[in-house]
Structure formats: C-alpha cells, structure tokens
C-alpha cells in the first residue's frame, strides 16, 4: 500500500537558519502531496500542496516540489522563525478516492 | 466560520467506559473523517464517511462505531474504552474523497486509565 515516510526529527535550529525536512513516498500513480502543519494544542492545518509531477507548493515562506523521478516532497524554508516552532506532516492522496496517507511529522523547534 | 469543531476536548474515562465524541462542518462538506494521532506514528484513519448516509472503515476502526447523523455531524463512539484508546482523536472535512484537501478540528484529547 501507500505510505509517507520523513524524518521525524527533533529538529533544533536558530532563528534566521535554513530548513529542509524530507518527505518520500511510495504510491501507485500519481498522488497529489501535502504538507500539514500543526501547532502546539491545535489541530493540523494545511500549509502548501502540489497535484502534479514538477508543481511547486508555496506559502508562507515554505516551499516544496512535486519531485516523481525521486518520490520526493521536501519541506524547505530559507529562513525559518520561532513562530515556526511545530510538528510537520508530509501527507498523499490520490484523485481516485483514496484517502489521505500521513507520515509520522516531523518536530521543528526554532530558538531565538 | 467556525470550520470543523470537536467536543470534548479533553476526557478521561476508565476502562470498560463507553463514550461518544462528537464533531461538525459547517463547510457544507460531503466527506468526513476521524483520525487518531499516536505519537511517532502520524495519523491514522480510523473512520470515514464519504457522503451523507455511508461510512467505511478506515485502517485502525477496531473498537470503534461511528455514525454520520446528517450532512454536518459525524460522530465516533467508543463501546468498551481500552487502555490501547488513549490518543488524540481529530476530526476532520473535505468536499469529497478524491484528493482533495481535508480540514481539520482542533481534536480531544482521551486517557483510559
């Protein structure tokens, strides 16, 4: 079956520090990839997705690309905040009616 | 709008305890889901429901009943709480089931002692 695998960290960075956190998948087809994001005490939310071999997803400074010659979806930020203090999910789905397929997330703790 | 809620947001219960955790959209979504969240193991599904009036077991749905009372509710049950039960339980919406973005509740969190 599907399945999402990331590192799961923790990850411990400075403030102004340069951030990547890899996701790889394995899946039939072609899944659209997510990433979640998920706050102290709150539930997830979505940060940036990608339907598409090659797309780029992009908000709030995170960037990640669709990469299907390497099953990839790297999380990566040139600067990363305290604000940006959480735990990450890598996450797939396909158009077909499958549902959503989580990686274990990843814990980032920025320091000032 | 509120989005997707979830009631309670903490309980405790002892084993052999039976409770029901309930969640709404007002999203006017068609699918909707519960999710256990352990830790190092991501999400889980537990439950789904893809539009009003069915449900389907998800990977983890052992101990567990759900019921999609309309469009808005979906609600998960627990008949004879475990040990094995404690988590954090989400919610969560989506237009439909094909691959499309899920929306989340702020979840509740359950001990059984």
């Known amino acids: 079956g599907d399945s999402v695998t990331q590192m799961e960290g923790p990850v411990t960075l400075s403030e102004e520090a340069c951030l990547t956190i890899?996701?790889?998948?394995?899946?039939?087809?072609?899944?659209?990839l997510f990433w979640y994001v998920q706050y102290p005490g709150e539930g997830l939310q979505l940060l940036l997705k990608?339907?598409?071999?090659?797309d780029k997803g992009s908000n709030k400074g995170f960037e990640a690309t669709y990469r299907k010659e390497t099953t990839s979806f790297h999380l990566e930020k040139g600067s990363v905040q305290v604000s940006d203090s959480a735990v990450y999910f890598c996450?797939?789905?396909?158009?077909?009616?499958?549902?959503?397929?989580f990686g274990p997330g990843t814990r980032l703790s920025v320091l000032p | 709008n509120a989005g997707v809620t979830q009631t309670p947001k903490f309980q405790v219960l002892k084993t052999g305890q039976s409770m029901t955790l309930q969640c709404a959209q007002d999203?006017?979504?068609?699918?909707m889901y519960w999710y256990r969240q352990d830790p190092g193991m991501g999400l889980r599904l537990i439950y789904y429901?893809?539009?009003?009036?069915?449900?389907d077991k998800g990977e983890v749905p052992n101990g567990y009943n759900v019921s999609r009372l309309n469009k808005r509710e979906f609600s998960l049950r627990l008949e004879s709480a475990a040990p094995s039960q404690t988590s954090v339980y989400f919610c969560?919406?989506?237009?439909?089931?094909?691959?499309?973005?899920?929306?989340f509740g702020p979840g509740t969190r359950l001990t059984v002692l």
């Open positions: 969560a919406s989506s237009e439909s089931v094909a691959g499309v973005t899920q929306y």
């Open positions: 429901s893809a539009s009003e009036g069915t449900t």
């Open positions: 996450a797939l789905t396909h158009n077909y009616g499958q549902n959503f397929v």
């Open positions: 990608a339907t598409k071999a090659d």
């Open positions: 999203m006017n979504h068609n699918s």
């Open positions: 890899n996701c790889t998948y394995t899946a039939t087809g072609y899944p659209s």
